[in-house]
């Protein structure tokens, strides 16, 4: 396709996005991706394997909230997530999703807690 019929139909390949607004990526993006992954793997193996924090469940806080992390690197660099992606409709059904499996998380961790609760034998009973 030449540049003069590109420039006719509004299409413009130079800029890295398409009409909706959502990146190609390039090799520099999916290298610092790459990279940032590695790292954010690197890190907590480092954490787990020489025992560095003391406290079992500070080590896995440290761990999700590098799991997190994580999560929004590959969406931004593998998965091209941004505001401006299709419109934003990627990010808002980014934003539901969350919110669905919170609920759903939520709504699970109190129903399990309820029946511990209420299911176990009264211990004079027995």
Sequence with gaps: MSQNHAEAHGHDHHDGHD????SHGSLR???????????????PFWLVMNDVL???????IVIMLFAAVQIVVHM?????MN????????????????????IALA???WVMFHLNANMMPDPHRM
């Design 76 to 80: 931004v660099y593998f998965l091209h």
């Design 54 to 60: 003391a406290n079992a469940t500070l080590t896995a």
């Design 107 to 109: 709504g699970s961790l």
């Design 29 to 43: 993006g999916y290298v610092t991706g790459f990279l940032l992954s590695v790292v954010l793997t690197a890190i």
């Design 19 to 22: 009409s909706n607004g959502a």
């Design 83 to 102: 505001g401006r992606s299709e419109g934003g409709w990627t990010m808002l059904a980014l934003i539901f999703t969350i919110i669905i499996v919170a």
